[in-house]
């Protein structure tokens, strides 16, 4: 049965870096979890998605960022622990929000990213993020 498992997050400073990821389990070559995403939703605010990874039928991996994040933030992928990860840097008090990681089989790379919430069957259980000035 697929799932999706995330850890990481917790509190920093302006400035100051944290990781996340993201294991997809249970996934098959008919439903594969070929796209993973990771979105944030801050109360009040729409949830939004800052970073996608399409992983190609030849392995060729594909990211895209919400430019709000463009160049502080990086997802990759372990392919050995089927890992997905998303690297934080230079994180600002606008970053606070709960983050989540969503995985599901995308045929196209430009379809990922999109990164359109309403797509994703598979959800990770959310971690906090929280910046403070």
């Known amino acids: 049965q697929e799932q999706v498992v995330q850890s990481g997050g917790g509190s920093v400073q302006t400035g100051g870096s944290l990781t996340l990821a993201c294991v997809a389990s249970?996934?098959?070559?008919?439903?594969?979890?070929?796209?993973v995403v990771w979105f944030r939703q801050a109360p009040g605010l729409q949830r939004e998605g800052v970073a996608s990874l399409h992983t190609g039928v030849v392995g060729t991996d594909n990211t895209d960022y919400a430019d709000s994040v463009k160049g502080r933030f990086t997802i990759s992928r372990d392919t050995a622990n089927n890992t997905v990860y998303l690297e934080m840097n230079n994180l600002k008090p606008e970053d606070t929000a709960m983050y989540y990681c969503?995985?599901?089989?995308?045929?196209?790379?430009?379809?990922?990213?999109?990164?359109?919430?309403?797509?994703?069957?598979?959800w990770g259980q959310g971690t906090q993020v929280t910046v403070s000035s």
């Open positions: 969503a995985a599901d089989d995308f045929t196209a790379a430009v379809g990922c990213a999109r990164r359109d919430a309403r797509l994703f069957g598979f």
């Open positions: 249970g996934f098959t070559r008919w439903r594969p979890a070929n796209c």
